[in-house]
């Protein structure tokens, strides 16, 4: 049991998801972790302190002051947790958390925390967008703590997007993974993933391609290896090189070469994510000398590539099989519609009608779907996306 003895302070603020923090509570116990629970004066109208002190199996603060008089010693309580959990955190919380407001024990206690603090947001959609809401999540990365983000869906309002406090199991998944020595967490594990454009030849200099850089790709690789996995890294054409010596990268041109050198592979992986922009058409013939410019037009004539992520998906066994769709319109139908085609267990989806996201940026902005659910993320580094993927995948393979 990866949490056992750890002292697990949640903070339970006034949100419709507090009912949601019972069933977190068990898991921690489960897990063999010690439980101590403080909620703001609103969170009571949520949930009973009956059923969390039950769970928790200790009192439950909310008060500077117990009962005859007694001092609820908010910094004895935050010098005692090992992590410092506030789910659901309300923007109302967040804000007083980020600018040092001090009205409540669970402030108080917040403030005199020397433990990593893990923040899970929940709130109606359009204050979780709201650009002081953005901003106060920010600034609480900045300070050190990790935000466990909203997941999208129906909300208490009736309104549907990004707001929903993530699963309790994806909090405690996180806080295990915190946890693991090292943060190893992809140790034993073999991870497959396409990078780069494919070039298709037309003749000995010209070729159809694209405008993928491989920087999405190279970024999970890294990322899988610094999680300790084996990585097998099969790119198209690009200028970049693994900094990490033990990423196997294996270099190919066309989408015919990166399917042939998939397969000497992927019958070993554990995970396998197609990061490859492959081209969907490639010329019938190869001019074998380069072609004269002697006519006023020139017909190509393409043919079909394999699909390789669909031909993954067919053979899929042991493998969590992650593809990426890349969109300009009908994002979100046409993304599910590649989940359910190629037997994907995930898809994650850039369009490029947002500013910052896809080809060649540094950044990109992704939502992920499984066939149950969506995640929503906002433009971040290539480093900080591969980061954001190989924990959604984590957090479903290996709890
Ligand atoms: O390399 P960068 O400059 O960093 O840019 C990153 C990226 C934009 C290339 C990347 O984030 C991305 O979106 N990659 C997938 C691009 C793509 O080809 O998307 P698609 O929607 O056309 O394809 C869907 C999926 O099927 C992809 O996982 C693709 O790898 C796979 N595919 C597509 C066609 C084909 N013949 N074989 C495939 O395996």
């Given at each position: 049991m990866s949490l056992q003895d750890k002292k697990i302070l949640i903070g339970i603020t006034g949100g419709i998801a507090a009912y949601k923090i019972s069933f977190?509570?068990?898991?921690?116990?489960?897990?063999?972790?010690e439980v101590q629970v403080i909620m703001t004066p609103s969170a009571r109208t949520f949930v009973s302190e009956l059923t969390l002190a039950t769970l928790s199996k200790n009192p439950v603060y909310s008060d500077f002051y117990g009962e005859n008089g007694t001092w609820n010693n908010h910094v004895e309580l935050?010098?005692?947790?090992?992590?410092?959990?506030?789910?659901?955190?309300?923007?109302?919380?967040?804000?007083?958390?980020?600018?040092?407001?001090?009205?409540?024990?669970?402030?108080?206690?917040?403030?005199?925390?020397?433990?990593?603090?893990?923040?899970?947001?929940?709130?109606?959609?359009?204050?979780y967008a709201h650009p002081s809401t953005r901003q106060n999540l920010e600034m609480a990365e900045d300070f050190g703590h990790i935000v466990i983000p909203a997941e999208e869906g129906e909300l208490a309002s009736g309104l549907v997007g990004p707001g929903r406090m993530a699963e309790p199991e994806t909090i405690l998944y996180a806080v295990k993974n915190y946890f693991l020595p090292q943060h190893k967490s992809l140790q034993g594990k073999t991870v497959l993933i396409t990078a780069g454009p494919t070039y298709e030849a037309i003749d000995p200099v010209r070729f159809i391609g694209n405008h993928s850089s491989g920087k999405?790709?190279?970024?999970?690789?890294?990322?899988?290896?610094?999680?300790?996995?084996?990585?097998?890294?099969?790119?198209g054409p690009t200028a970049l090189v693994p900094e990490n010596r033990e990423i196997d990268l294996h270099r190919v041109t066309s989408a015919a070469e990166m399917l042939d050198e998939v397969f000497k592979h992927y019958h070993h992986a554990d995970i396998a994510i197609a990061s490859a922009a492959v081209a969907d058409y490639a010329p019938k013939e190869i001019a074998p000398e380069k072609i004269k410019k002697?006519?006023?037009?020139?017909?190509?004539?393409?043919?079909?590539?394999?699909?390789?992520?669909?031909?993954?998906?067919?053979?899929?066994?042991?493998?969590?099989?992650?593809?990426?769709?890349?969109?300009?319109?009908?994002e979100e139908a046409n993304a599910l519609a590649k989940l359910e085609k190629k037997n994907l267990d995930m898809i994650v989806l850039n369009s490029?009608?947002?500013?910052?996201?896809?080809?060649?940026?540094?950044?990109?902005?992704?939502?992920?779907?499984?066939?149950?659910?969506?995640?929503?993320?906002?433009?971040?580094?290539?480093?900080?996306?591969?980061?954001?993927?190989?924990?959604?995948?984590?957090?479903?393979?290996?709890?």
């Open positions: 977190l509570i068990r898991d921690f116990v489960k897990q063999g972790a935050g010098m005692w947790a090992d992590a410092m959990i506030i789910a659901p955190c309300t923007a109302n919380t967040l804000s007083k958390m980020v600018h040092g407001q001090c009205d409540h024990l669970l402030l108080a206690t917040y403030l005199s925390a020397r433990c990593p603090v893990f923040i899970a947001p929940a709130m109606d959609l359009d204050m999405m790709g190279f970024e999970l690789a890294k990322e899988a290896a610094a999680r300790g996995a084996k990585v097998i890294l099969v790119s002697n006519d006023d037009h020139l017909t190509i004539e393409l043919v079909k590539n394999p699909d390789i992520l669909k031909t993954m998906g067919a053979q899929k066994k042991q493998q969590f099989l992650v593809g990426f769709a890349l969109e300009t319109q009908n490029l009608r947002d500013e910052g996201a896809g080809f060649k940026n540094d950044t990109n902005r992704i939502t992920i779907f499984t066939k149950q659910e969506q995640i929503g993320f906002d433009l971040k580094s290539k480093k900080e996306v591969a980061a954001d993927i190989l924990d959604a995948v984590e957090m479903r393979l290996l709890k």
